[in-house]
């Protein structure tokens, strides 16, 4: 029932490796690895792992990263280091993660990617050398608290994993820290990356644009979710007024991705909001 459509297409140094879930016929989610001088940044997910092995067998990586724990980014793991021996590298707190995903992993999620093995990673250190390369390791904690990014300083190409993601957005999970998000994304942005690899959007062409708009998003709906709180607005209706009705994925995802949880987030951090009205 579950397919799966890989896209690699080669071209210059970095090579996005697009693979997309589906279900039904239905495509539920993509994710881009990237592949660029030997190194893999990510490992796709587990129900992809014969035509992603079969990929990996033409390219011959040497150096194997994961930008955080997630089982789209961590999904194949263990059958790279059992086909090739390499052992995935990635932030100290990612080895705990992976021990045993089907602790962590919601269902949905389950049935969207499926559930990696357990399996192990290295230690990042503070800087990846390939043949051409060089890549600074960049921790950037909020979508999970070991979230890191990696840089190539002399070409400007900052690979965001999923710190960027999209300039709006909606939702949030329970478990990411969206001031931590804001921290991160200045973070990078004080680097002045000229190419922008997400793990979701693939390429972005004009990264400054775009985490700056995304700042300024987050920003302006702190300040947003401020005022409602102000005007003696229920979190229910901030949320209305800010992020338009309804909560589809709050709903399909048993409140784990939410509007509410983005709005919480905000309220959570008011030290003059009562915490009882979070109920609502
Ligand atoms: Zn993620």
Same mark, same amino acid.
């Given at each position: /029932? ?16 697009? /693979? ?15 592949f ?9 997910f ?46 100290p ?23 990696p ?11 990846i050398q ?18 890191v ?19 709006? /957005?909606?939702y ?40 700056h ?37 709050g ?18 951090n /008011? ?10």
């Open positions: /029932m579950n397919r799966f459509s890989i896209h690699f297409k080669p071209n210059g140094y970095v090579n996005p490796i697009r /693979m997309t879930s589906q279900f039904l016929g239905i495509p539920l989610y993509k994710v881009n690895a990237f660029v001088d030997g190194l893999l940044i990510d490992t796709g587990t129900f992809g792992r014969d035509r992603f092995l079969k990929l990996l067998d033409t390219l011959h990586p040497e150096i194997v990263v994961n930008a955080h724990h997630h089982e789209d980014h961590t999904g194949n793991n263990f059958s790279i280091r059992e086909k090739y021996g390499l052992l995935p590298l990635a932030h707190r990612t080895f705990f993660y992976l021990q045993d995903p089907s602790q962590w992993l919601p269902w949905y999620r389950r049935l969207v990617w499926g559930c093995p357990p399996s192990e990673t290295g230690e990042l250190d503070s800087k390939t043949k051409h390369f060089l890549f600074l390791v960049i921790p950037t904690p909020g979508h999970s608290d070991d979230h990014c990696l840089y190539e300083p002399n070409e400007g190409w900052l690979f965001s994993g999923d710190l960027f993601l999209s300039e709006q /957005m909606k949030l999970r329970e478990e990411e820290n969206v001031f931590s998000i804001i921290d991160s994304l200045k973070k990078v942005a004080a680097l002045h990356p000229k190419k922008m690899f997400c793990s979701f959007n693939g390429v972005v062409d004009q990264p400054m644009d775009a985490l708009k995304k700042i300024e998003y987050l920003e302006n709906l702190q300040k947003g979710v401020e005022e409602g709180s102000r005007q003696g607005l229920s979190p229910r209706e901030i949320q209305r007024r800010l992020l338009g009705i309804g909560d589809q994925m709903f399909f995802t048993a409140g784990e991705i939410s509007k509410k949880n983005l709005i919480h987030a905000f309220i959570k /008011m030290p003059e909001y009562p915490s009882a009205l979070l109920g609502g």
